[in-house]
């Protein structure tokens, strides 16, 4: 059964550092997202993005985080100087169409820490 | 805005045992309601869904009924496992042309032999 992969599964990262963190959709969705959960907290919406481009973003996805596909697989997410705030379980998500009724499907995350 | 609210964890229970997670929501229209599952070490998955009021979604045995005039989608089985040990987020999407998840803040199920 296809699934979303993420990589890598931990990073430790010192504070003021960029980190990049790379996710592989479903191959045939077209919708990707972004979702973090800091520890203890609620899962939180961060971007979701389409056709190249951004559809959507929360509050949190400020100036220091960016989105890229750089090719046909890959989708990653930038944290340019990372703050303390940052250390959090970061999920990725694909599907098809970005409608109510459609399944969001899900990577297995990379727990970012910032030291 | 939207959000959701689930009860506290963790929920502990022996094998066989009924389990209810209560779930209620807040949204501005007529969302689509969502149970995801994290088995430890692996990401979301989706347990199962309902789009419209009355709905039932129903997958391995796990049950929910979208209650518009509670605004309720609790999560229930008739008798657990150790394997359903897991922690269960309850979510919503607005069925108004966005497409973002809301989620609960989780509950864990730990199950015992």
């Given at each position: 059964?296809?699934e979303?992969t993420?990589?890598p599964?931990?990073?430790?990262t010192q504070?003021?550092?960029e ?9 045939n969705?077209l ?8 520890l ?8 979701s993005?389409?056709?190249?481009e ?11 985080f960016s989105?890229?596909?750089?090719d ?6 930038k944290?340019?100087?990372t ?8 999920f990725?998500?694909?599907?098809i169409?970005?409608s109510?009724?459609?399944t969001q499907y899900f ?8 030291l | 805005g ?9 929920v502990?229970?022996s094998?066989?045992a ?7 929501y807040?949204?501005t ?17 989706l347990?199962?869904k309902?789009t419209?009021a009355d709905d039932?979604?129903?997958?391995k045995?796990f049950?929910a009924?979208?209650?518009k ?5 609790h999560l ?7 394997s359903?040990?897991?922690v269960?987020f309850?979510a919503?999407?607005e069925n108004?042309?966005?497409s ?5 803040k989780g509950?864990?199920l730990?199950?015992?032999p």
């Amino acid at each position: 059964e296809p699934e979303v992969t993420q990589t890598p599964s931990h990073q430790v990262t010192q504070m003021g550092q960029e980190v990049i963190l790379r996710c592989v959709p479903i191959s045939n969705h077209l919708y990707f997202y972004w979702y973090r959960q800091i520890l203890g907290q609620k899962v939180e919406f961060l971007v979701s993005f389409y056709n190249n481009e951004i559809s959507e973003k929360s509050e949190i996805f400020d100036d220091q985080f960016s989105v890229e596909r750089p090719d046909g697989s890959n989708f990653t997410l930038k944290i340019r100087s990372t703050k303390l705030e940052d250390s959090a379980m970061y999920f990725c998500a694909s599907t098809i169409l970005a409608s109510g009724s459609e399944t969001q499907y899900f990577g297995p995350g990379t727990r970012l820490l910032v030291l | 805005g939207n959000s959701v609210t689930q009860m506290e964890g963790p929920v502990t229970l022996s094998e066989e045992a009924f389990l209810t997670i209560n779930c209620t929501y807040t949204a501005t229209g007529y969302p689509s309601l969502f149970w995801y599952v994290q088995y430890p070490g692996e990401g979301l998955q989706l347990l199962l869904k309902a789009t419209k009021a009355d709905d039932k979604g129903s997958n391995k045995g796990f049950e929910a009924t979208y209650r518009k005039e509670t605004t309720s989608f609790h999560l229930e089985k008739g008798s657990v496992q150790v394997s359903d040990s897991a922690v269960y987020f309850c979510a919503l999407i607005e069925n108004s042309g966005y497409s973002t998840l809301t989620f609960g803040k989780g509950t864990m199920l730990l199950v015992s032999p």
